[in-house]
């Protein structure tokens, strides 16, 4: 009995202790994509690949440097013009190769060829290392041996780098004179998507002048001798447009010209003499002469007065001296006689002569004053009032005036 409650007690204990064990929880099966161990690695996926079939990650080679299209058709590696700064920056490298055969200067001599190359060379790896102004100098040294329209093409990425748009322009128009052979055809796309770009960075402006002699400048810069006219591409912004010759001169600062528009101005040269006319402050010119001459009248009042109060003392002295003569020399006049109605009849006389020289002069000294204010003063005319002298038709355009020391101008400015 005692054997059978030992083993009893000791199943119960044992099951007592496995249920205190916390249960493992069962284990997850791996994920399917997760590789196991012992498993054969899968292949990397490439990335998505670019329109000419090569992954999107990878960077261009000297040797294929086209980059591949944006969904807006622009090169990838072309930014577009800041908003603020208007400068184009670009991405991609240079590479194209020179070939004969394709393109401007087909007869290069071997010397010339071999030269070409080699600075051509150089000027990729400076581009490509970011050395902008040292590979201008080197393209444009080969050039000088080789002009290619790949020359022109690389030269125009490095000045893209550089902020110089006209350059670029002029570059990217050469490059493809000769349509796409000479570059390769995404090359020639490329070009011509730059140009796009860069041709919102510029604007179109026509200066003219019928003045014979005139030396017409933009942006000091000589650009013809009038009469003649002159047309170019300019950044956008404002420009400053000169005409000068012997006693007359016109410098002009146009407003700000913006991208793609079309500016003309005609500069029209005057000189001071016939821009200048004269002005008054009232047109009633006689006021202060008039204000001089009744102070001066006032004055004349005031000097007869004078001699009256003088003439009433001599009465006075006179009256004096006869009436000493008559009671004796010790005795003396009477008072109460006539005598003291002369004397203050001259000190009345002679206070309002005082007070009439005063204020004659203030009024004189008014008068001139205002005569003075009131001179004839020269003032320049705007060119426009000069052209409506002499022709009273309305002007279709604005007539700006120029006015410098001894010297005058003026420009016509109309936008298209």
């Given at each position: 009995m005692i054997k059978i409650l030992a083993i009893g007690l000791g199943l119960a204990l044992g099951a007592s202790v496995a249920s205190a064990q916390p249960k493992k929880s069962p284990a997850r099966k791996a994920p399917a994509h997760a590789p196991r161990p012992g498993d054969k690695k899968p292949d990397a996926k490439p990335d998505a690949a670019t329109p000419d079939g090569k992954p999107a990650g990878t960077s261009p080679n000297t040797q294929d440097p086209q980059p591949a299209a944006t969904p807006d058709g622009k090169p990838a590696g072309a930014n577009?013009?800041?908003?603020?700064?208007?400068?184009?920056?670009?991405?991609?490298?240079?590479?194209?190769?020179?070939?004969?055969?394709?393109?401007?200067?087909?007869?290069?001599?071997?010397?010339?060829?071999?030269?070409?190359l080699a600075a051509f060379r150089q000027g990729n790896e400076l581009l490509?290392?970011?050395?902008?102004?040292?590979?201008?100098?080197?393209?444009?040294?080969?050039?000088?041996?080789?002009?290619?329209?790949?020359?022109?093409?690389?030269?125009?990425?490095?000045?893209?780098?550089?902020d110089q748009p006209l350059d670029v322009y002029e570059q990217?128009?050469?490059?493809?004179?000769?349509?796409?052979?000479?570059?390769?055809?995404?090359?020639?796309?490329?070009?011509?998507?730059?140009?796009?770009?860069?041709?919102?960075?510029?604007?179109?402006?026509?200066?003219?002048?019928?003045?014979?002699?005139?030396k017409v400048a933009v942006d000091g810069k000589d650009v013809f001798v009038a009469p003649g006219k002159y047309a170019a591409k300019v950044r956008v912004g404002k420009h400053t447009f000169f005409a000068d010759k012997q006693g007359y001169n016109a410098r002009v600062t146009a407003p700000f010209i913006g991208p793609n528009e079309k500016f003309r101005i005609e500069l029209k040269l005057y000189t001071a003499e016939e821009l200048t006319?004269?002005?008054?402050?009232?047109?009633?010119?006689?006021?202060?002469?008039?204000?001089?001459?009744?102070?001066?009248?006032?004055?004349?009042?005031?000097?007869?007065?004078?001699?009256?109060?003088?003439?009433?003392?001599?009465?006075?002295?006179r009256a004096i001296a006869a009436c000493n003569a008559q009671t004796g020399n010790n005795s003396g006049c009477p008072s109460g006689t006539s005598l003291n109605s002369m004397r203050t009849s001259g000190d009345t006389k002679k206070v309002i002569g005082y007070v009439g020289y005063g204020v004659a002069g203030a009024a004189i000294a008014t008068g001139l004053s205002l005569a003075w204010l009131n001179?004839?003063?020269?003032?320049?005319?705007?060119?426009?009032?000069l052209q409506n002298e002499q022709d009273e038709k309305p002007r279709a355009v604005a007539v700006v005036p120029v006015l410098a020391p001894d010297m005058a101008g003026a420009m016509v400015v109309g936008k298209f």
């Open positions: 577009v013009p800041d908003a603020t700064t208007g400068s184009m920056k670009t991405d991609e490298k240079a590479g194209t190769k020179l070939e004969k055969g394709t393109g401007g200067g087909t007869d290069v001599s071997v010397s010339d060829e071999k030269e070409a490509n290392n970011g050395l902008f102004p040292q590979a201008v100098e080197k393209y444009r040294s080969a050039l000088a041996h080789w002009d290619h329209p790949a020359i022109h093409y690389n030269l125009a990425l490095a000045l893209i780098n550089l990217l128009n050469k490059a493809i004179e000769y349509g796409a052979e000479p570059l390769e055809k995404d090359k020639f796309d490329h070009a011509k998507e730059y140009l796009k770009l860069v041709e919102g960075q510029l604007a179109d402006i026509e200066v003219s002048c019928d003045k014979i002699g005139a006319r004269y002005r008054r402050r009232w047109q009633n010119t006689w006021f202060p002469y008039v204000v001089a001459g009744s102070g001066a009248l006032v004055g004349l009042i005031g000097g007869a007065m004078e001699l009256s109060a003088q003439s009433s003392y001599k009465d006075f002295d001179r004839r003063q020269p003032y320049q005319i705007r060119a426009e009032d």
